[in-house]
């Protein structure tokens, strides 16, 4: 007997117990409503995807070729909709996730407008980013299984018992539309009990992954701009632990810290770091600044000065009281905080990067391994990158390195038009096609995400509808443009009412009224000219 069985006897069972009064309650009705509705709470779901995280985690662990993906999202139907379309082109979720990411939070959720990517939008749009995405995606969930069971009627009306089967099958075996998030945290929005209380509301709502960086939080940039200042490892290791606790006060004892470092690009440091003894950690973070030897006597007023094997440093101070690190030292600071990070309660790593280069990336990590052998990757496959012109410019270095002639070429105006049918770009576009697989397999990225393409992807569409609608085309580039394409190529979106829920709601009236309930669907629904 199927699960979906044993709950419509057990409902059978409890409407007995009842009397006449539960005699309007059809038993398989209850289990369908149920089988909507699995997910009761947002702790619920996070526990459910930590799971399928951590299995996902120790896959990769076994076999580099199984990495997982995502693409960020700013919108519950935006998740939703990507989730619908994996299902329908890859017939599974399997190592599909979601990215919620704090630069389109900044740029497109917060009531302030739209904010630059510096933790300055409200601290509650990020959890309830998180908790609109899951009801879209539990709402997905509820749609396709009331497509389910209403063929699941027909073919009982019909008596049609293979295709009872078939369905029946279907809905025992149902794959949610709900998968892990990984959400951003920023640099967790102040001191360590702000970051505790806001990754609270973030798992309450349903993450089972937080990724958090090691900025400064009032200082915070995006991980792409300049001016990017961190903090000492004592301080991040407490905004770690800070996320740990919310995660095992609330019960997912396995929730997923990302730890994400920003030292490649960052050049500054609010202050120095504690150092008992030489070596020490804060020693360590210290011995990476910008200093200058003096003497005592050379002191002016108001320096601070290290003393280090019985010299005194003075570090190169910025007027905005700004610490300096030496130039050409963010790669070592990188793969000091990574090991650092791991070593202390942080279960994957981000490192921020200014290109997107396999050898470069799989260098830091190749350090990173030597001390922690397992360490993970989640990458940026950011947006930020100019990934033609990146690309090109790595291929003609190869080029040159291999003696070939690259007189053709100018390496200054790779991203030209004209060269986008040489063998160079061919070669380029071949390596962009097999970056994350080649990243996975050399570099350590257990997960690839692109932090902002939904960002991309709405402005592109609507520019192509504005041009068309407002110009000659008129109506046409609507129809051409996109509906005929939705009924073409199969998008749920052609039935918007459906899609927004239209038909649950008429099979609930049948459920709650029977013959009585007045039906949005009938005949005259205009919706029935899409099939």
């Not at 329908?88 to 939070?105: A, D, E, I, P, Q």
């Not at 810290?257 to 070596?279: M, N």
């Not at 610490?323 to 600071?333: M, S």
């Not at 690839?448 to 110009?471: E, M, N, Q, R, V």
């Amino acid at each position: 007997m199927t699960a979906y069985q044993e709950d419509i006897e057990a409902i059978e069972a409890l409407k007995e117990q009842n009397g006449s009064g539960w005699d309007a309650i059809n038993p398989e009705y209850v289990a369908r409503m149920r089988a909507q509705n699995r997910f009761k709470t947002g702790l619920e779901i996070a526990q459910y995807t930590a799971d399928i995280m951590r299995r996902d985690m120790a896959e990769y662990d076994a076999d580099s070729s199984v990495y997982t993906q995502s693409l960020g999202v700013w919108h519950g139907f935006i998740g939703q909709q990507k989730l619908i379309s994996i299902k329908k082109h890859l017939k599974t979720t399997n190592k599909r996730y979601l990215y919620l990411s704090g630069w389109m939070v900044a740029a497109l959720r917060s009531e302030f407008g739209p904010l630059p990517d510096q933790s300055m939008h409200e601290k509650t749009s990020v959890p309830a980013l998180i908790e609109e995405l899951y009801t879209f995606l539990r709402q997905a969930d509820a749609r396709e299984l009331d497509l389910l069971f209403t063929r699941l009627d027909e073919a009982h009306a019909a008596g049609d018992e293979t295709s009872v089967e078939f369905l029946q099958s279907q809905i025992d075996n149902y794959e949610t539309h709900v998968v892990p998030i990984i959400a951003d945290i920023d640099a967790g929005f102040g001191n360590p009990e702000a970051t505790y209380l806001l990754a609270k509301k973030m798992i309450e709502a349903g993450a089972c992954a937080i990724q958090i960086e090691n900025q400064v939080s009032d200082e915070k940039q995006c991980g792409h701009q300049d001016g990017k200042v961190t903090v000492p490892h004592e301080d991040f290791i407490a905004k770690l632990t800070a996320v740990r606790y919310a995660f095992l006060e609330l019960g997912i004892d396995n929730g997923i810290i990302v730890a994400r470092t920003d030292s490649l690009g960052a050049g500054l440091t609010q202050k120095l770091a504690v150092t008992s003894h030489p070596g020490d950690l804060g020693d360590q973070y210290n011995s990476f600044l910008d200093v200058e030897e003096i003497s005592e006597s050379e002191l002016g007023n108001g320096d601070v000065v290290i003393k280090r094997d019985g010299t005194l440093l003075r570090p190169k101070r910025l007027a905005s009281n700004l610490f300096q690190f030496r130039a050409g030292t963010g790669e070592a600071r990188c793969v000091l905080d990574c090991i650092t990070s791991l070593r202390n309660g942080a279960d994957l790593l981000w490192i921020e990067t200014e290109k997107p280069h396999v050898s470069q990336i799989a260098g830091m990590v190749d350090e990173i391994r030597k001390v922690i052998p397992d360490a993970k990757l989640v990458y940026n496959n950011s947006p930020s990158f100019n990934w033609t012109l990146n690309f090109r410019q790595q291929v003609y270095d190869l080029l040159v390195e291999q003696g070939e002639d690259v007189s053709g070429y100018d390496r200054a105006d790779l991203m030209n038009v004209g060269y986008d049918g040489t063998e160079l770009a061919q070669l380029a576009d071949e390596k962009i096609r097999s970056f994350q697989k080649d990243g996975s397999a050399r570099a350590g990225i257990f997960h690839h995400l692109i932090t902002l393409p939904t960002y991309h992807t709405a402005a592109l569409s609507t520019d192509d509808l504005a041009k068309g609608y407002f110009g000659d085309e008129g109506m046409l580039a609507y129809v051409k443009g996109v509906q005929r394409r939705e009924i073409r190529e199969g998008i749920a979106t052609v039935k918007h009412q459906n899609m927004a829920g239209s038909d649950i709601g008429d099979n609930h009236k049948e459920y709650f009224a029977g013959e009585a309930a007045l039906k949005a669907g009938g005949k005259d629904n205009t919706m029935n000219q899409f099939g």
